[in-house]
């Protein structure tokens, strides 16, 4: 895995916890949607960042919560997507 | 998978404030290790569902309690079995109820009796005989999705359920039936309706690898611990995700379910005080009666009329708590560790963070068949509008549908359009509503961040709530008063006429 993939999305996931007023430490398998930690509306916003910064593409029927609930699932669906 | 399941969130959580308030650390007791192994014990067991039946009997029937705690216990006992005792459970309450007089379904079906002069079969039996063929129509139709993953219903099943909401729609219109047929179709229409909120959700989990079987799928469509048009927990995959088998995950989600189901009887007890205080001792009208006495020209003073709204905004926001902790809590002690339907909505900083936390199953059913569609398919190249359009389609369009279905009886009572009309005031409150949480959404995408100083949050809290305030004007729910009349009694509160 990309080193600096892997950096740019915690820098993200960590500002995007640190709005939601959780300061606590973000592990690589930290469940981040269905923990509750993030919000629904925080998961489209991630999906716009990833969309935007690794030129992703996604479509509603391939789409699961449980790609991109950690930084690891994220990380591996940019390896996978690229 | 699985798209409609895609926004199975929570509201957002503050764990650092968590774990330094003294007062949330004291109420946390699912954090004692010796009450979480006592709760592990058959006594502690026999204790938390004796205190969550003493809790459920405020706010269900003695037999609907009964049957929930049990069937909550036997969820959690034979976790192995729980897809049937689930299927027995939701079923045979859905059965049971639709079966007994005073029921939703039996009310609403009789209006087109009495339309149709027809005194043939009862309709609670009309009721039983309709949910037992959409019983078997919606087993069939799984079967169809399993079968046919590319078919229209396994990619849209929500467009699907919608396409049949109408057709029944145009089968019960009294231009195109009359007698048994017209009942008939009705009939369907009314027992068919909830499910258009369920089922979408089943199919949507079946297309994944690890999808439950269809026998858990259908045992969640309205499961017992909340019978109504709103799927609290969601559907089976959202379930399956927040169930562990393990003995003292089990204990601590126990805890926390007593620990909500007290929460609600608190917020009844509030309730409870507000009404004797403001409706018993002030004499304080309803939101309704206040208006009523405006369009009867003899309008409360504009502090009295402040008072009312004011008053009748927080209770509301009260009862949609003490039902979603009641729900939520009973989910928990069948085991499944749900996130809370309402989260202390007056901390909202924004427009989009309340309408996450006021009613957030609410919210998630609209993410999932309205906002994630939408996300996907419009305006990919414009991030703002995306998210706007998207946001709208949710908080508008879907909260809007919604509604309107959730009183499918009154197309029966006042025609298709008098039904529409009567509904203007609400579709205006999901417009203002939606631009609103829309306005919120893109604001936030842009970078924009709510203070977190003292003022900043005492800002926001007047802003939000002035914006919910005002709204409840149009969004109390009655279909008393048209657009026009709330409308002149809002600005009548500011003294212009």
Known sequence: MNREV???????????????????????????????????????NLILFLETAFALTFSDLEFDVEKVDSLNAIAALVHAKS | MNPPSAAQTAPPSTPSKAQTDPLRQWLAIEQSERLVAFAQTASGKFCLYGIAYLAVLPLLSAWTAALCVTAAWAVMAYADQRARILFMASWGLTLFEAATDDNDFAEKIQYVMAQEHYLLLSPELLAVGALLMMMAGLWLAMQHAISRPDGLLSRRPFVCMLAVEVALLVLSAPQVDHGLLRVLAWSMLVVFTPFVWFFPLAIADLRGRAADPPAMQMAVQRPFWSHNYLPFGKGAGYLR??????????????????????????????SQVLTWFFSDYLALPRLINAIDAFVEGQPLPIATGWEVLIYGTFRYALQIAIWAHLFIGLARMAGYRLPRGSWRPLESRTLMEYFNRFHFYFKEIL????????????????????????????????NALWHFMADIHLIAVEGLWGAISSFSSYLFYSFVLAIGVGLSQVRASMGYRPSATLA???????????????????????RDHTFEQRLRFLLSLFGLN
């Not at chain 1, 398998?29 to 930690?37: I, N, P, Q, T, Y």
């Not at chain 2, 996907?376 to 508008?396: D, E, I, W, Y």
């Open chain 1, 6 to 44: 892997f950096d740019t999305l915690r820098a993200y996931l960590q500002e995007a916890l640190r709005l939601h007023g959780d300061t606590q430490e973000l592990a690589d398998g930290d469940s981040l949607f269905l923990s509750g930690r993030l919000d629904s509306f925080s998961m489209m």
């Open chain 2, 241 to 270: 995700k927040h169930f562990s088998p393990l003995p003292r995950e089990q204990a601590i989600t126990h805890i926390k379910g007593v620990k909500l189901l007290l929460w609600a009887n608190f917020l009844l007890l509030l």
């Open chain 2, 367 to 398: 993410v999932d068949l309205f906002f994630i569609p939408t996300f996907f398919k419009v305006f990919r190249q414009h991030p703002r509008l995306r998210m706007f359009t998207a946001t709208f389609m949710a908080a508008g369009v879907g």
């Open chain 2, 456 to 478: 900043g949050r005492l800002y926001a809290f007047l802003f939000i709530w002035s914006f919910v305030v005002l709204l409840r004007v149009f969004s109390d729910g009655t």
